[in-house]
C-alpha cells in the first residue's frame, strides 16, 4: 500500500504562487507514474498534471498549461507541483496519485482518475481575487 501525502497548499492571492508536494512513506515512488488532480466543492474530479516513472515525460490539462510544472524528484522520494499565475478558478483540493501503469498506458486513456489506484488525502489551495 502506498501512502501520499500532500504539503503545501494555502490561500493565495491572484497571480500568486504556490508550491505542492508529494511524499510517500513506506515505498519508493520510483516504479509509479504520478498524476495530479484537484477536486472544487460540488465538481468532478479534474485531471491537473503527470508525470512518468522517469521524469522524462509530462502532460498537462490546457487549463494549466504553461503555469503549472510538475517534477519528481527520486531522492528525495517526493513528487512536486510547482504553480504559479495562479486564478480564483484554480481554487480546488489538489491530490497525487500513484499508478503502476506505464506512462504509455496512462497517457494514451487520458489520464482518468480511475486509473491510478494510490491517493493522497489532498490539500486545499485557495486563490482569491
Known amino acids: 500500500q502506498v501512502q501520499l501525502v500532500e504539503s503545501g497548499g494555502g490561500k493565495v492571492q491572484a497571480g500568486g504562487s504556490l508550491g505542492l508536494s508529494c511524499a510517500a512513506s513506506?515505498?519508493?515512488?520510483?516504479?509509479?507514474?504520478m498524476g495530479w488532480f484537484r477536486q472544487a466543492p460540488g465538481k468532478v474530479r479534474q485531471f491537473v498534471t503527470a508525470?512518468?516513472?522517469?521524469?522524462?515525460?509530462?502532460y498537462y490539462a490546457d487549463s494549466v498549461k504553461g503555469r503549472f510544472t510538475v517534477s519528481r524528484d527520486a531522492g528525495k522520494n517526493t513528487v512536486y507541483l510547482q504553480m504559479d499565475s495562479l486564478k480564483p478558478e484554480d481554487t480546488a483540493a489538489y491530490h497525487c496519485?500513484?499508478?503502476?501503469?506505464?506512462?504509455?498506458?496512462?497517457?494514451?486513456?487520458?489520464?482518468?482518475?480511475?486509473?491510478?489506484?494510490?491517493w493522497g488525502q489532498g490539500t486545499q489551495v485557495t486563490v482569491s481575487s
Open positions: 508525470i512518468s516513472k522517469s521524469g522524462d515525460s509530462t
Open positions: 513506506g515505498h519508493t515512488l520510483g516504479p509509479y507514474t
Open positions: 496519485a500513484a499508478t503502476a501503469s506505464s506512462w504509455g498506458v496512462v497517457d494514451r486513456v487520458g489520464h482518468r482518475p480511475h486509473d491510478y489506484e494510490y
